[in-house]
C-alpha cells in the first residue's frame, strides 16, 4: 500500500528553520516526482516545491525562493523540505504528495495522486 507521512512541524519562531521530511512507502520513489504543499486557515492549497526523478531543476513558489530547499533520498525513500528564516506568513498545514510527473514551472494538486496527512507549522513569537 502506497503511503506518505509527513513529520517535522513544530511552533518555531520567526528567523526560525525546520525539516520536514516525507518518509515513503509502498512505491517506487525513484519513478515519482514528490509535491509539497501547504494549506492556511482559510486559504486555498497552494504549491510550495517540487522535485521529480531527475532532480535537475526543483521548483519553488515565489514566496519561499531562496528561503526553502528541497531534497530527496531516494534510498531511503524520504524527501525533505528545509525551511528557513521562516515567516509568519509561513504557517499552515504542510502536506507531500506522489505523482508521475515532473516539475515544470508550477505545482498543481490534480497532477499529483497520492498525499499524505499533513504536519502543523506555526510560526509566531
Known amino acids: 500500500q502506497l503511503q506518505l507521512v509527513e513529520s517535522g512541524g513544530s511552533l518555531v519562531q520567526p528567523g526560525g528553520s525546520l525539516r520536514l521530511s516525507c518518509a515513503t512507502s509502498g512505491f517506487i520513489l525513484n519513478y515519482y516526482a514528490i509535491g509539497w504543499f501547504r494549506q492556511a486557515p482559510g486559504k486555498e492549497r497552494e504549491g510550495v516545491s517540487c522535485?521529480?526523478?531527475?532532480?535537475?531543476?526543483?521548483y519553488y513558489a515565489d514566496s519561499v525562493k531562496g528561503r526553502f530547499t528541497i531534497s530527496r533520498d531516494n534510498a531511503k525513500g524520504t524527501v525533505y523540505l528545509q525551511m528557513d528564516s521562516l515567516r509568519p506568513e509561513d504557517t499552515a498545514d504542510y502536506y507531500c504528495a506522489a505523482g508521475k510527473t515532473y516539475c515544470g514551472g508550477s505545482v498543481v494538486p490534480d497532477e499529483y495522486d497520492y498525499w499524505g496527512q499533513g504536519t502543523r507549522v506555526n510560526v509566531s513569537s
Open positions: 522535485i521529480d526523478s531527475s532532480e535537475v531543476s526543483p
